[in-house]
């Protein structure tokens, strides 16, 4: 599986982004996908998550309410609509598919561990 992440840039605080991840594969509606980020100097981080047919999905506390998740399984597509952005969003923001768990919860889709696929990031930056 090859992710590919895109739609990240440079925004002022107060701004929307919308992120996409595009996958190859036939299988991608087998996946539980997420989007993780990693800010300069700190560890990267669980943000959203969506289960196999989008009936169910997770949120990090610190973007929930400003950042929404989908997928298109028809396209092998995930997004991360993000608005409201704030300069401690700032970070690289990568995709990643879960191709082995059949069951997700809050705990695990939060995992780095759990996914075993990863795209390259993409950039954003929040300025204040």
């Known amino acids: 599986v090859q992710l590919q992440a895109s739609g990240g840039g440079l925004v002022p605080a107060g701004d929307s982004l919308r992120l996409s991840c595009a996958a190859s594969?036939?299988?991608?509606?087998?996946?539980?996908m997420g989007w993780f980020r990693q800010a300069p100097g700190k560890e990267r981080e669980f943000v959203s998550a969506?289960?196999?047919?989008?009936?169910?999905?997770y949120y990090a506390d610190s973007v929930k309410g400003r950042f929404t998740i989908s997928r298109d399984n028809a396209k092998n597509t995930v997004y991360l609509q993000m608005n409201s952005l704030k300069p401690d969003d700032t970070a690289v923001y990568y995709c990643?598919?879960?191709?082995?768990?059949?069951?997700?919860?809050?705990?695990?889709?939060?995992?780095?561990?759990?996914?075993?696929?990863w795209g390259q990031g993409t950039l954003v930056t929040v300025s204040s």
């Open positions: 990643a598919a879960d191709s082995k768990s059949t069951e997700a919860s809050s705990l695990t889709v939060s995992r780095v561990s759990e996914y075993d696929y």
């Open positions: 594969g036939r299988t991608f509606s087998n996946y539980i």
């Open positions: 969506v289960t196999w047919r989008g009936g169910i999905t």
